[in-house]
């Protein structure tokens, strides 16, 4: 098995640490050792790729009263509400 060192840990994270794998019946290293072993374990998504100008384009979208879908942009604001609810036929 390998040895890690982790430096630099504040004392208050250590004793938070200590006091919940003392709560599970556990050492401090054994609850280590499990959470390691739980993160490589648990299955993740992908990490996102947007920018922060791609997050602010696609909120600009959103707060637009205009539809960014083209199918959709000669259709007046309460058309497309009355779509929605199912009391407009014409979309």
Known sequence: MATLTIRNVPEDVKQALRVKAAQNGNSLEEALRQILADEVAAPHAAASRINAEEI?????ELESDEPTDSRYKYYSQKELSDAISGEYEGL
């Open 56 to 60: 602010m384009r696609r909120a600009a």
